[in-house]
């Protein structure tokens, strides 16, 4: 579409990066180090944030940090499903035959768990993502799962990922036990004002792209319409792009960006 028109080797907003490609934001930098502490705690954490505001790009940056022989990430997204559901889904990660009940299903993954920790001699990272859908139910259960009364040593790290609304749930008094056992929190805001320039040049060169293509009316056009979040920011930045190359304009103007907003909403 505008590939050839601004000379670039690829749509520069379009394709998820690569672990090593992401865009050292104060926000993704904090992240890692919470969940660096948090893995070190052997806890239960929590990260949340609006729709596109990097927490799962995070938690997959992170998950790449990981020594593979030293830790054992299982990585379940589940939505609406039961307590068993949950417990098929995380047997499955682990390469386990899924029991017929509940208990049985249990007794099978702390098992499982303390092998990984005592012989296997690898640190288990369950990672709950969409966890703003669970049944409160599976919530408490996943704390169970946690929960070694005649060890006192931790043995199963838990990261629940989901939206603002989940922080929300887990001040309610049913899961009082459950955030009071959360050692690590963090929020995801977006991009702050001045990272975003540095943000779309980062893509851009990743791109092929060494000229400067927004202008700085356009910049603060995308960092207002998009509010910082990664994935609106890209979406706008994307159709900018295209409105520009239709007016066959080599710089992106703030008419190119109220253009993209006029087609769809970010």
């Known amino acids: 579409m505008y590939l050839a028109h601004f000379g670039l080797t690829h749509y520069p907003f379009e394709r998820d990066l690569q672990p090593d490609e992401l865009f050292a934001s104060a926000t993704l930098h904090e992240a890692h180090a919470r969940l660096k502490h948090l ?32 830790y054992r990430l299982l990585y379940v997204t589940l939505s609406t499903g039961n307590v068993m559901d949950m417990y098929k889904s995380i047997a499955w990660e682990l390469g ?10 249990f007794r099978s993954l702390q098992n499982e768990i303390t092998r990984l920790a005592t012989e296997a001699r690898q640190q288990p990272i369950l990672v709950v993502d969409e966890a703003h859908h669970l049944r409160n139910e599976v919530l408490e259960d996943l704390r169970l799962l946690t929960n070694y009364a005649m060890d006192a040593q931790r043995r199963l790290c838990l990261l629940l990922v989901g939206l603002t609304e989940l922080r929300r749930r ?10 009071q ?5 963090y929020h995801f805001a977006g991009f702050a004002r001045d990272e975003v320039p540095a943000y779309l040049l980062h893509r851009l060169q990743l791109a092929g792209c060494t000229l400067p293509v927004f202008e700085p009316a356009a910049i603060e056009a995308l960092s207002q319409a ?3 979040l990664p994935r609106k920011l890209n979406r706008t930045a994307h159709y900018a792009l295209s409105a520009a190359a239709l007016a ?19």
């Open 96 to 105: 386990l035959p899924v029991e017929r009940n509940r208990s049985m299903a």
């Open 170 to 179: 887990l001040a309610m008094a049913v899961h009082e036990s459950l955030e």
């Open 39 to 70: 893995v070190e705690l052997r806890g239960i954490g929590l990260i949340t944030g609006e729709v596109g505001s990097g927490k799962t790009t995070a938690c997959r940056q992170f998950a790449a940090s990981l020594h593979a022989g030293l």
């Open 181 to 185: 056992r959360i050692v690590v929190s």
């Open 226 to 228: 998009s509010q910082g």
């Open 248 to 266: 066959k304009a080599r710089q992106v103007s703030a008419e190119h960006v109220q253009t993209a907003l006029d087609e769809f909403r970010p």
